[in-house]
């Protein structure tokens, strides 16, 4: 089950990995465990934390530069989303997109948010009723599952299907959930499966949404960390979706700022922002700080060279996990897009009562992330976070194999 729908060809990837663009953004992990954020504290120091999705890597320089003008100066009072950039948040955004996507996104129609949940659960609360139908393609990002029963709305699952070389949309499955919803939730580039979904795919849905009359929210905030072969594709760029998309992105994901938490809405048409304005008031989700602003647009103005450097360097690790998942003769398919690997562990031998999760914080002392987070489909999967030095992943990949045997 190893592959990513192409010819695998490892020894490009081993050569990338000792990449020397990346060598002075690399983090050891003594460096690592001396910081305060909560992928390394969250375990005993004997652990590896290879979950949450936080990259082991030094910013890019000119987002290290944007956040020290603040210190430098103590400069902490009021500001606007302009400021310290000559280019304002959303014009960065639009050109960002123009640049790397293809896509001219206008930005008149945009809302500024802290994070892409909150975003997420804003559009929900604004396009549905309670107890109205939210589509998700499962297994996905847990928070798509949490708040939708949170906000008291009907969970509607159309699992991804497997055919063999990668996971897929189900649109027969989606044709027959439409009627039972009002909004069909996307995340693309996928979480947890690393899937880039394709034109024909798009259209099938954006054609499913317009005949039943479905708003999407589309999440595509790993959009900036595709890998060669395959392109990134935004819904609002479908034509039969434009009008009735929500498009949920970040600069947090593609370049090591979560913290930061600054995030974008943008509606496909005046129409949507406009329902969305009068449902959820102007002030009711606050923003997102000059610091987190000042740093996207750095990332969007000024970080290209960085996030290519960083793509080379992942794309090794990717091939070096896949390569490893093969020997292991663990089902995997080698990711199209983000830095997280989703392996099919369901027919190892783990102790009764275990997750193979469990099963491997236990015995390697790796902790990855449960699949039984992301949905039903998600039983007996873990999914490894593989942003790290080469040599913190050979120590992940090496513990979990002494845990197979």
């Given at each position: 089950?190893?592959?990513?729908?192409?010819?695998?060809?490892?020894?490009?990837?081993?050569?990338?990995?000792?990449?020397?663009?990346?060598?002075?953004?690399?983090?050891?992990?003594?460096?690592?465990?001396?910081?305060?954020?909560?992928?390394?504290?969250?375990y005993a120091a004997d652990?590896?934390?290879?979950?949450?999705?936080?990259?082991?890597?030094?910013?890019?320089?000119?987002?290290?530069?944007?956040?020290?003008?603040?210190?430098?100066?103590?400069?902490?009072?009021?500001?606007?989303?302009?400021?310290?950039?000559?280019?304002?948040?959303?014009d960065a955004f639009a050109?960002?997109?123009?640049?790397?996507?293809?896509?001219?996104?206008?930005?008149?129609?945009?809302?500024?948010?802290?994070?892409?949940?909150?975003?997420?659960?804003?559009?929900?609360?604004a396009f549905t009723a309670?107890?109205?139908?939210?589509?998700?393609?499962?297994?996905?990002?847990?928070?798509?599952?949490?708040?939708?029963?949170?906000?008291?709305?009907?969970?509607?699952?159309?699992?991804?299907?497997?055919?063999?070389?990668?996971?897929?949309?189900?649109?027969?499955?989606?044709?027959?959930?439409?009627?039972?919803?009002?909004?069909?939730?996307?995340?693309?580039?996928?979480?947890?499966?690393?899937?880039?979904?394709?034109?024909?795919?798009?259209?099938?849905?954006?054609?499913?949404?317009?005949?039943?009359?479905?708003?999407?929210?589309?999440?595509?905030?790993?959009?900036?960390?595709?890998?060669?072969?395959?392109?990134?594709?935004?819904?609002?760029?479908?034509?039969?979706?434009?009008?009735?998309?929500?498009?949920?992105?970040?600069?947090?994901?593609?370049?090591?700022?979560?913290?930061?938490?600054?995030?974008?809405?943008?509606?496909?048409?005046?129409?949507?922002?406009?329902?969305?304005?009068?449902?959820?008031?102007?002030?009711?989700?606050?923003?997102?700080?000059?610091?987190?602003?000042?740093?996207?647009?750095?990332?969007?103005?000024?970080?290209?060279?960085?996030?290519?450097?960083?793509?080379?360097?992942?794309?090794?690790?990717?091939?070096?996990?896949?390569?490893?998942?093969?020997?292991?003769?663990?089902?995997?398919?080698?990711?199209?897009?983000?830095?997280?690997?989703?392996?099919?562990?369901?027919?190892?031998?783990?102790?009764?009562?275990?997750?193979?999760?469990?099963?491997?914080?236990?015995?390697?002392?790796?902790?990855?992330?449960?699949?039984?987070?992301?949905?039903?489909?998600?039983?007996?999967?873990?999914?490894?976070?593989?942003?790290?030095?080469?040599?913190?992943?050979?120590?992940?990949?090496?513990?979990?194999?002494?845990?197979?045997?």
């Open positions: 089950m190893v592959g990513s729908g192409a010819e695998l060809d490892f020894t490009k990837g081993r050569d990338l990995i000792t990449s020397p663009a990346m060598e002075p953004f690399l983090l050891g992990a003594d460096q690592l465990r001396a910081r305060a954020g909560g992928k390394w504290t969250k652990v590896i934390p290879a979950f949450v999705a936080d990259m082991d890597f030094k910013v890019a320089p000119a987002v290290q530069a944007a956040i020290e003008q603040f210190t430098h100066t103590q400069d902490y009072g009021y500001g606007q989303m302009t400021d310290p950039s000559s280019v304002p948040l959303f050109a960002w997109m123009a640049r790397r996507h293809n896509w001219q996104p206008d930005p008149t129609l945009t809302h500024a948010n802290t994070d892409v949940i909150q975003g997420l659960v804003a559009t929900m609360v309670p107890g109205d139908g939210i589509i998700v393609q499962t297994p996905i990002y847990p928070p798509f599952l949490r708040y939708v029963v949170a906000t008291g709305r009907r969970l509607v699952e159309n699992p991804l299907v497997d055919d063999g070389t990668r996971f897929v949309v189900d649109l027969e499955g989606l044709e027959r959930a439409a009627p039972q919803a009002t909004m069909i939730l996307l995340c693309n580039p996928h979480n947890p499966t690393g899937r880039v979904l394709e034109r024909t795919e798009l259209e099938g849905i954006a054609a499913i949404a317009a005949a039943h009359n479905l708003t999407i929210v589309s999440d595509e905030i790993h959009a900036d960390l595709v890998y060669p072969g395959r392109k990134h594709i935004p819904m609002e760029t479908i034509e039969a979706a434009a009008e009735r998309t929500v498009t949920l992105t970040s600069a947090t994901k593609g370049f090591n700022i979560a913290g930061l938490r600054t995030s974008i809405a943008h509606f496909g048409s005046s129409g949507l922002k406009e329902k969305f304005d009068s449902v959820v008031p102007e002030r009711l989700l606050g923003g997102p700080s000059r610091f987190g602003v000042a740093a996207t647009i750095a990332a969007w103005c000024d970080a290209d060279d960085w996030l290519d450097a960083v793509m080379l360097y992942l794309d090794g690790n990717r091939r070096r996990v896949a390569e490893w998942a093969a020997q292991a003769e663990l089902a995997h398919y080698m990711p199209e897009a983000t830095y997280l690997a989703w392996m099919n562990c369901r027919h190892l031998d783990v102790k009764e009562g275990l997750t193979p999760q469990q099963h491997m914080l236990e015995n390697a002392k790796v902790a990855l992330s449960d699949g039984v987070d992301f949905g039903e489909p998600g039983h007996g999967h873990v999914r490894l976070n593989f942003a790290t030095s080469a040599e913190i992943l050979e120590e992940i990949l090496g513990r979990l194999g002494s845990a197979l045997g």
